[in-house]
């Protein structure tokens, strides 16, 4: 017979592992990844395969030749990384600034703090920034979005949070909904198409991979703070104003995939709702009011930093000092 | 459905012998009777080595009032009064017994006949299940006398009986309940009347119908007793999340769970209860869910206390080859034990066999921050920061943080998909905490 182990309790687990959560998100991302397939072609597999090809070997040579430790690249997350940092990205973007990007995400973003756990900040995130302030023409140049990606060279078509920006309200009213949903505007390969991130989404709360505070939480306050802002221009701009908020720029891709990243999210409900909150208000207000289009990513990156306050402060509800009921 | 409001989980049954009936185990050749056998101090011998003894027998004293008497499972000699390695490999004082044929003490009713009627007061029950040795057999061994005479200035108002067996793979809870429902319930009525309540809830777990439809019946000729049926979610059985998930009241930290108004036994207690009271036994024997996958015959085994763990693995069709790992209770809070020759006690509700492919912990990787511990939590903590609080010394973190609520049911490292043993070290911690706060109560009396 075997030697009998002896442990302390429990003697069972759920089952789940790390890798199983981190490829969990890369399934939900597949519908958009396809979408983007779909609408900017082999530019968009390019720049993907490019970033994780590149998030992988950083993070291998890093942890063997830097730090001298065990490779932890097979438990997912840096192919995570890569996808996420790829579908913050225009189609069109020079593969060589890719491997810059993947190269700050992984070792500046992750590496620096410690690897897998440690990181303060989004690693994808922080290469994203990275590169939209160091290479800010390449990043702003969006390809119009055509069937099978034909026709794409060469040409560059509005946003439309560029438009939402420009505030001319007749150019806004003539937006169709309905083509954000499906993904066929200009911006960023993964970020097109609202109605596959929320595919996306159902899978993730499906499988319990996250909750539904953060991404409801910054939907949410992004909706009702245009709609404040808005409504003096009347009930019906107001809402079409508020709706393309939502469906347009990174916001879908950022609240469902990029800001509920388990390393910086708080760690509770409360803190959670708190975080999407004013990940929402800071992204409106750059939104409306900054010099950059698009607010969310610096909104995240804000709040990461700011997660460690929150969760020092917004602690569980403990047992015993629940109200009676009954 | 009811439940309990924070946290929990729910791992997979496994109730392989749900449905099993009770089986009678076979007597042991020796039997050895350990006298620490619940929460407390260990009772003090008053048989000697020669002396010859009956079935229910007294064999030891409790000493004090947290403490409980023992009686012997077994007729014959007492071959000597020795230390004895028990399951957790500790040397405990223990009566040998050499088993010589089973002839039960004459006061003991030994007959099938139900006796319904108890005309016995308060005090008198509580003396009966005192002289009897009862304690709470659903796994802490808590002598009952003691939660039946709460402090005076807590008065209990309900009587919440512990069915839920949330453990996967116990059925012992069970199998009574389908086997003895009228004496469980002439049992509660005794347990009502000793806390002067005329309210107990019975709560019975979802995957159970047929012993809550059973209860449902027998409920209807007994006034004040209730069948509350309950969502499968662990630790439900634990008292605090029982109290909440039954009257939605929940326990202060650090406060007697009787300031609620309730009070809680398990059904097995309330059965030992009956046979206490009503006929003579002392706490003897008790069933014992013996499984495992890869044993031949699982079940639900009435074995007399001080059996070895050993001849009740035999009884079960012995032990696997692939055998990795024995556990007494469930597999959320049971002990592994290496010492298979250990005697069973009061408190043996399960023997767990688990292979070697089960056995083993999968080595642990970084803490990603997901909060599943969080969420998972029954006790509303933050097992990760406590975890990390005590790898670094910090018990200062570790006590704002309550380390010393947790109730190691095992809920956050069960959840870990880091797979950290987040357990060990709260459990760990949380006694080098207690240690504090009682070495600064001590200086501030001084």
Not at chain 1, 120 to 127: D, E, S, T
Not at chain 2, 318 to 346: C, D, F, H, W, Y
Not at chain 2, 355 to 381: F, Q, T
């Amino acid at each position: 017979m075997n030697k009998l182990v002896v442990s302390p309790s429990p003697h069972v687990h759920s089952g789940l592992s790390t890798t199983q959560c981190m490829y969990g998100v890369l399934i939900a991302l597949i519908p958009a990844f396809l979408v983007s397939l779909y609408y900017f072609g082999i530019d968009a597999l390019l720049v993907t395969a490019t970033s994780v090809v590149a998030c992988i070997t950083f993070e291998y040579l890093i942890q063997r030749y830097l730090l001298g430790q065990r490779s932890t690249i097979g438990d997912g997350s840096a192919i995570l990384t890569g996808v996420l940092l790829a579908f913050n990205l225009p189609a069109s973007i020079p593969l060589w600034i890719v491997v810059v990007g993947a190269l700050f995400a992984i070792g500046i973003g992750k590496m620096a703090f410690g690897g897998i756990g440690n990181n303060i900040f989004n690693p994808a995130l922080a290469g994203r920034i990275f590169l939209l302030i160091s290479f800010p023409q390449q990043m702003t140049t969006w390809p119009i979005p055509a069937p099978w990606g034909i026709g794409v060279d060469g040409q560059t078509g509005a946003t439309t949070l560029s438009i939402l920006k420009r505030g001319n309200v007749e150019e806004i009213v003539n937006i169709d909904v309905l083509e954000t949903l499906v993904g066929n505007a200009g911006g960023s390969f993964g970020e097109v198409s609202a109605i596959a991130l929320i595919i996306g989404f159902l899978y993730l709360l499906w499988k319990k991979i996250i909750t539904w505070h953060i991404p409801v939480s910054i939907i949410a306050t992004v909706f009702l703070f245009s709609f404040a802002v808005t409504i003096s221009q009347g009930w019906e701009y107001a809402i079409i104003f508020s709706e393309l908020q939502i469906f347009s720029g990174g916001l879908l891709l950022g609240a469902i995939f990029m800001a509920t990243d388990y390393v910086t999210s708080p760690m509770t409900p409360g803190g959670m709702l708190l975080y999407g909150v004013l990940i929402g208000i800071i992204t409106v207000v750059i939104r409306l009011w900054g010099a950059y289009p698009e607010g969310l990513s610096f909104a995240i990156f804000i709040m990461n930093g700011v997660t460690p306050l929150i969760n020092k402060y917004m602690t569980p509800k403990r047992f015993g000092e629940v109200k009676r009921h009954g | 459905m009811k439940t309990f409001r924070i946290g929990g989980v729910h791992p997979r049954e496994n109730k392989l012998t749900a449905g099993a009936p009770i089986t009678h185990a076979s007597l042991p050749k020796q039997a050895i009777i350990l006298l620490s056998q619940h929460i407390g101090a260990p009772a003090e011998a008053i048989v000697a080595k020669g002396d010859m003894v009956k079935v229910g027998t007294l064999l030891a004293k409790a000493n004090g009032f947290v403490s409980a008497n023992i009686h012997s499972p077994v007729s014959g000699k007492v071959a000597k009064i020795d230390n004895v390695t028990d399951a957790s490999g500790y040397q405990k004082p223990a009566i040998y017994i050499d088993v010589e044929g089973d002839t039960w003490e004459e006061s003991i009713d030994r007959s099938d006949a139900l006796i319904s009627s108890c005309n016995l007061d308060a005090q008198a029950i509580i003396n009966k299940i005192d002289q009897m040795g009862i304690v709470g057999i659903g796994g802490a061994t808590f002598p009952t006398k003691v939660k039946l005479m709460p402090p005076p200035n807590m008065k209990p108002e309900v009587l919440i009986i512990n069915a839920v067996e949330c453990e996967p793979y116990l059925t012992n809870d069970h199998a009574l309940m389908l086997a003895k429902a009228d004496e469980i319930m002439v049992g509660v009525e005794i347990l009502m009347k000793a806390i002067n309540v005329t309210q107990a809830y019975i709560g019975i777990e979802a995957n159970k119908p047929d012993a809550i439809e059973l209860l449902k019946h027998k409920a209807q000729e007994h006034k004040g007793i209730e069948i509350v049926r309950l969502q499968c979610r662990y630790p439900q059985g634990g008292e605090k999340q029982l109290i909440d998930a039954v009257i939605g009241r929940q326990v202060a930290s650090g406060a007697l769970p009787v300031s609620t108004g309730a009070v809680v036994q398990n059904v097995a207690t309330a059965y030992a209860v009956y046979e206490a009271v009503q006929k003579n036994k002392p706490l003897i024997e008790r069933i014992v869910t013996v499984t495992g996958k890869s044993l031949a015959r699982p079940g639900n085994y009435l074995a007399r206390i001080g059996m070895p763990v050993s001849q009740l693995i035999e009884e079960a069709g012995g032990l696997p080859e692939n055998t990795g790992k024995i556990v007494l209770g469930g597999p959320m809070m049971g002990r592994a034990t290496q010492n298979i020759e250990a005697p069973t006690s009061k408190g043996t509700s399960g023997i767990l066999v688990m292979d070697d492919s089960e056995a083993h912990r999968i080595e642990p990787s970084p803490c990603i921050r997901c909060a599943k511990c969080v969420a998972a939590c029954p006790m509303g903590l933050e097992p990760y920061l406590l975890s990390k609080a005590v790898a670094i010394g910090n018990y200062e973190i570790a006590e704002e943080r309550r380390i010393y609520d947790c109730i190691e049911c095992g809920c956050c490292s069960y959840s870990c998909p880091a797979h950290r043993q987040l357990l060990d070290y709260i459990r760990y911690g949380k006694g080098k905490v207690m240690g504090i706060i009682r070495a600064r109560n001590a200086e501030t009396k001084k």
